[in-house]
T-cell receptor
């Protein structure tokens, strides 16, 4: 399995709880991106990692959202005190050259 | 600010009926224009990257073209299995993609 993997595939949580979403990029890809896709909306950029640093966090909707990347590989997106408007599919992509390869996404539902 | 507009929002075709999807864009410093296919419940699947005006790429029944303001995805003699959402995105600077809203293509047998 050489593709981008994400876990969990589905997450249902209650409003106010914290959630962690995980992304395993393709081995050797140094650039990693998080996007969000809400129902009826296009993909929305959240954050970009180069190695373990995040030069662009401009897409994070609020300070409840944070992300980290360790060892230049796995990345975790954390949403604190979830709200119903956070419900969406969260997609991770890693990049080689100019091409971004996407994972299957995590569908987050906040009740 | 980079912007991408796709049209139509939805397209219904009969099998074998060729058509085109449009992607209009404004971007400062285009590094590439991307087309992806997305099936329900899955992540986007890479189709093409175009880098400069006049460039064309083909894959099976799909052909992508690029001008300085827009890109077209031409679908020749589509089959039902071509039904999906087709996404266009532009890439500037370090790689961040700005996506359009997508075109939902349905091909009827």
């Amino acid at each position: 399995g050489a593709g981008v993997s994400q876990s969990p595939s589905n997450k249902v949580t209650e409003k106010g709880k914290d959630v962690e979403l995980r992304c395993d990029p393709i081995s050797g890809h140094t650039a990693l991106y998080w996007y969000r896709q809400s129902l009826g909306q296009g993909l929305e950029f959240l954050i970009y990692f180069q190695g373990n640093s995040a030069p662009d966090k401009s897409g994070l909707p609020s300070d409840r959202f944070s992300a980290e990347r360790t060892g230049g590989s796995v990345s975790t997106l954390t949403i604190q005190r979830t709200q119903q408007e956070d419900s969406a599919v969260y997609l991770c992509a890693s990049m080689a050259g100019y091409e971004q390869f996407f994972g299957p996404g995590t569908r987050l539902t906040v009740l | 600010e980079d912007q991408v507009t796709q049209s139509p929002e939805a397209l219904r075709l009969q099998e074998g009926e060729s058509s085109s999807l449009n992607c209009s864009y404004t971007v400062s410093g285009l590094r590439g224009l991307f087309w992806y296919r997305q099936d329900p419940g899955k992540g986007p699947e890479f189709l093409f990257t175009l880098y400069s005006a006049g460039e064309e790429k083909e894959k099976e029944r799909l052909k992508a073209t690029l001008t300085k303001k827009e890109s077209f995805l031409h679908i020749t003699a589509p089959k039902p299995e071509d039904s999906a959402t087709y996404l266009c995105a532009v890439q500037a600077s370090y790689g961040k993609l700005t996506f359009g809203q997508g075109t939902i293509l349905t091909v009827h047998p």
